[in-house]
Structure formats: C-alpha cells, structure tokens
C-alpha cells in the first residue's frame, strides 16, 4: 500500500470511529478474549425498509492469519 493509500485509509478509519464510537471498543474485547478457530461472527443488518439480512461465518485456521496479517483484529480497535 503506498503512503498516500494509507493515509487517506487512516482517515476513513478515524472518521468510522468517530461515527461508531463503540465499534473500537468492541474489536478491543474481541482481541482481548482471542478471536479463535471455531469462533463464529453473526452479522445482521437491517435495511431502512426493515429488511433483516443475515450470515455467520465459522472462522478458520486461515482468516486468522489473514487478520493477523492486517495487524491483528484488535489493530482496528485502536
């Protein structure tokens, strides 16, 4: 990723969170318990016409790696 990717990046980061001030600090207790193999994520979001869409992802031995390789999950929460 080149600097000026990662800055603007940084920026979109800053703004999520002041958008979602509780969202750090949930990936921070995620982090904190270990996300592991086997944990599941559920994810659910509603439409504005109150729509519900729904999924859950098992996670594996590789998505690990992969958060891991993007500076740990508990790297977002920061």
Do not use: Y
Not at 32 to 53: A, F, H, M, Q, Y
Not at 66 to 74: R, V
């Amino acid at each position: 990723m080149d600097f000026g990717s990662m800055m603007k990046f940084v920026g979109a980061w800053n703004s999520f969170k002041t958008n979602h001030p509780k969202f750090p600090a949930f990936c921070k207790a995620v982090a904190d318990k270990g996300l592991k193999e086997d944990s599941v994520i559920e994810i659910i979001v509603t439409t504005p016409e109150n729509e519900r869409i729904e999924t859950s992802l098992k996670i594996k031995a590789s998505d690990l790696e992969l958060l891991q390789s993007l500076g740990g999950f508990g790297g977002f929460g920061q």
